[in-house]
């Protein structure tokens, strides 16, 4: 039967990553869901980004786990753990979409580079939409809707970066891209967003973007 976290420390050892992981490697692989488990939501937000399939998703999310666990030892703590896991399910999941040859949904706007503009229909600062306002199902609709009208670039990056909270660091690591890149992606996605939403919305919200647990639209 797996330790448990309370175990782990009755044992005398202190329950962090390095000590998980270290102890995996020394042959505990009983261990490994308990090193994983915190991030299970990630990873499979990570792939749905990319596949826009649940299923597809939850079985890009599985064999990604299963990757990591295979290649634990390969894990050189140059980024956090999280990251390194994240990153194998964006690869495994971008392998998948290019085996499938997905068709992929028209996006809001055609960019020919990084370089490219998308110029919003105003000014105004990005605003949350409020908490109660998440809650009703249709909205939560509505911003999934608005979330596949993105291009592929823009989805990832708001979706690891706002969504699951990813650090922008971490966010550029896990998608193999530069922080400028994240920032850059990341702005030009809320404005879509918000151009997308509003309308719907009212135009206006009242607070910073945050995604609150389980406030997420799948």
Same mark, same amino acid.
């Given at each position: ?35 994983i488990r915190p991030y299970e939501r990630r990873v499979y937000a990570?792939?749905?980004? &990319?596949?826009? %399939? @649940? !299923? ?5 999310? +599985?064999? #990604? =786990? ?6 634990i030892r390969q894990f050189r703590a140059e980024a956090r753990f ?5 990153? &194998?399910?964006? %690869? @495994? !999941? ?5 085996? +499938?040859? #997905? =068709? ?8 020919q580079d990084e370089d490219g503009h998308y110029t919003p229909r ?97």
């Open positions: 039967m797996p330790e448990t976290t309370a175990s782990l420390e009755n044992a005398g050892e202190p329950w962090n990553e390095e000590a998980l992981i270290r102890r995996i490697r020394e042959g505990e692989h009983e261990l490994f869901y308990e090193l990570a792939a749905l980004a &990319i596949l826009r %399939n @649940e !299923a597809d998703a939850e079985d890009a999310a +599985q064999e #990604a =786990v299963l990757k990591a666990f295979k290649h999280s990251t390194w896991l994240i990153q &194998i399910a964006v %690869n @495994e !999941a971008r392998m998948r979409r290019r085996k +499938q040859q #997905a =068709v992929v949904m028209e996006p809001m706007v055609k960019e105003d000014f105004a600062d990005w605003r949350e939409i409020p908490s109660e306002t998440l809650e009703r199902a249709e909205v939560r609709q509505k911003l999934a809707e608005a979330l596949n009208s993105l291009g592929q670039k823009y989805r990832e990056v708001f979706i690891l970066r706002d969504m699951q909270q990813l650090s922008i660091e971490d966010t550029a690591k896990a998608l193999g891209i530069s922080v400028p890149s994240v920032k850059t992606r990341l702005l030009r996605a809320r404005l879509m967003l918000r151009d997308l939403l509003a309308p719907g919305l009212g135009g206006s919200w009242s607070k910073a973007l945050s995604f609150a647990k389980g406030s997420k639209p799948w």
